[in-house]
Structure formats: structure tokens, C-alpha cells
């Protein structure tokens, strides 16, 4: 019930930064959480961070421990938009980006895992060299 393209992937060296977007369509005022996964190639699809509502238009979030302090996801109400600001890029980020979204309200007291979303998008590419 809701629709997720993500976009702004590509190719960064090492230490460089990219902006992925993620553009959310459908039941868009019933999300309560939305968030970012990543796979990489024999790897299995790891939680990255991840929004969820806790009031008003207040949105709490969660990184994975591998990006905290590089990686901030943020949002644009206006435009059903969350985005994944990526600093300091290294190679090991290297991996499909998947935007996903929750319906269901799920209070958690652990990282979000993907049976947390029903939603998701295509992925987008994200390369980094050294």
C-alpha cells in the first residue's frame, strides 16, 4: 500500500560522500517507520538506519553501528521523501540500498530487521572505490 523508489546511488571513492533518496507514494500518512537496508553481493540484507514516528512530526532514529557517526537519515514531510546522507564512504558500504517502510506500529527495543517493513523499493546502487 505504499510505493518506494529510491534514487541517488552511483560511484564515490572512498571517503566521498552521496545523498540517497528514497520518494514515497500511496498510504504515505500511515507510515510509522521507514528506514534504509543494504546487501552486498554473498551477503545477506543488513539494517543501515531507520526513522519511526514518535509523536506530532517528531521522528526518532536508528543507526546500525557500522554508519553511526557517518550516515544520517533525515526526511521531507512536504515531499513523502526520506533521505540517507552518506559521509565518509568506504568501501565495505558498497552494497544495494533498499528503502522500506512500516505501516505497523511497533514500538522496538532492538534494531529494526526486515520482517519490521512490508514495503520496499527497487535498491540503488552504491559503489565506492578505494
Known amino acids: 500500500q505504499v510505493q518506494l523508489v529510491e534514487s541517488g546511488g552511483g560511484l564515490v571513492q572512498a571517503g566521498g560522500s552521496l545523498r540517497l533518496s528514497c520518494a514515497a507514494s500511496?498510504?504515505?500518512?500511515?507510515?510509522?517507520?521507514m528506514g534504509w537496508f543494504r546487501q552486498a553481493p554473498g551477503k545477506e540484507r543488513e539494517f543501515v538506519a531507520a526513522?519511526?514516528?514518535?509523536?506530532?512530526?517528531?521522528?526518532?532514529?536508528d543507526y546500525a553501528d557500522s554508519v553511526r557517526g557517518r550516515f544520517t537519515i533525515s526526511r521531507d514531510n512536504a515531499k513523502n521523501t526520506v533521505y540517507l546522507q552518506m559521509n565518509s564512504l568506504k568501501p565495505e558500504d558498497t552494497a544495494v540500498y533498499y528503502c522500506?517502510?512500516?505501516?505497523?506500529?511497533?514500538?522496538?527495543?532492538?534494531?529494526?530487521?526486515?520482517?519490521?517493513?512490508?514495503?520496499w523499493g527497487q535498491g540503488t546502487q552504491v559503489t565506492v572505490s578505494s
Open positions: 526513522q519511526a514516528w514518535s509523536g506530532g512530526t517528531t521522528w526518532s532514529a
Open positions: 500511496g498510504r504515505t500518512f500511515s507510515i510509522y517507520r
Open positions: 522500506a517502510a512500516s505501516l505497523k506500529f511497533s514500538p522496538l527495543t532492538r534494531a529494526p530487521d526486515s520482517r519490521d517493513f512490508g514495503s
